[in-house]
Antibody, heavy 124, light 111 residues
Framework: EVQLLESGGGLVQPGESLRLSCAAS????????MSWVRQAPGKGLEWVSS????????HYADPLKGRFTISRDNSKNTMYLQMNSLRVEDTAAYYC?????????????????WGQGTLVTVSP | QSVLTQPPSVSGAPGQRVTISCTGS?????????VHWYQQLPGTAPKLLIY???FRPSGVPDRFSGSKSGTSASLAITGLQAGDEADYYC???????????FGGGTKLTVL
């Protein structure tokens, strides 16, 4: 069974840093691009970042470039999101998400598995 | 301001049919990228409802269907049930942003 388990969220002050983790199981982790999606309280879904399965390509939502860094350790089946210079507006539940299909030509089919989310609260 | 535009809310009586629109542009839906739909019940993670415009994952009832045309897509729900009350999101890929984009979400109320 595919499982995604996020951790690392918490309460921090503006300007501080956090590192989120997403531990994956039940599928060949290295074969899938993985993504972070966040949801501010009472708001919609916002794509944050994606990292290719082979570890050779990272993409970020434009507003987050320079502050957030995505990485993965395929030997540990784990993806990370390093968040620096956190702002109040970064307060959200952060989900890791797996695409439905991935092959040599890329990934498709939407995100068919999501973690339960980890809450990040940035408050003075 | 979301890249994909959805109505904030829709409603319908039990048994009725509702549709939720998702309007994009030439850099996402209009460029031929697939549209996916998610259902999010309160307090839970999103669930993939429709993928690749009109395919249902295993376990999703055929009351849910998707379509796509031009720069827009739609989700249709027939035979509305109380359990369908949720937020619904569309998602695609945007070539100018080099990443996934979501609609702002639509809250479905079953009257």
């Amino acid at each position: 069974e595919v499982q995604l388990l996020e951790s690392g969220g918490g309460l921090v002050q503006p300007g501080e840093s956090l590192r989120l983790s997403c531990a994956a199981s039940g599928f060949t982790f290295s074969s899938y691009d993985m993504s972070w999606v966040r949801q501010a309280p009472g708001k919609g879904l916002e794509w944050v970042s994606s990292f290719s399965g082979g570890g050779d390509g990272a993409h970020y939502a434009d507003p987050l470039k320079g502050r957030f860094t995505i990485s993965r350790d395929n030997s540990k089946n784990t993806m990370y999101l390093q968040m620096n210079s956190l702002r109040v507006e970064d307060t959200a539940a952060y989900y890791c998400a797996k695409p439905k299909y991935c092959d040599r030509s890329g990934c498709s089919g939407g995100f068919d598995r999501w973690g339960q989310g980890t809450l990040v609260t940035v408050s003075p | 301001q979301s890249v994909l535009t959805q109505p904030p809310s829709v409603s319908g009586a039990p048994g009725q049919r509702v549709t939720i629109s998702c309007t994009g542009s030439r850099s996402n839906i209009g460029a031929g990228y697939d549209v996916h739909w998610y259902q999010q019940l309160p307090g839970t993670a999103p669930k993939l409802l429709i993928y690749a415009n009109n395919f249902r994952p295993s376990g999703v009832p055929d009351r849910f269907s998707g379509s796509k045309s031009g720069t827009s897509a739609s989700l249709a729900i027939t035979g509305l049930q109380a359990g369908d009350e949720a937020d619904y999101y569309c998602q695609s890929f945007d070539s100018s942003l080099s990443g996934s984009v979501f609609g702002g979400g639509t809250k479905l109320t079953v009257l």
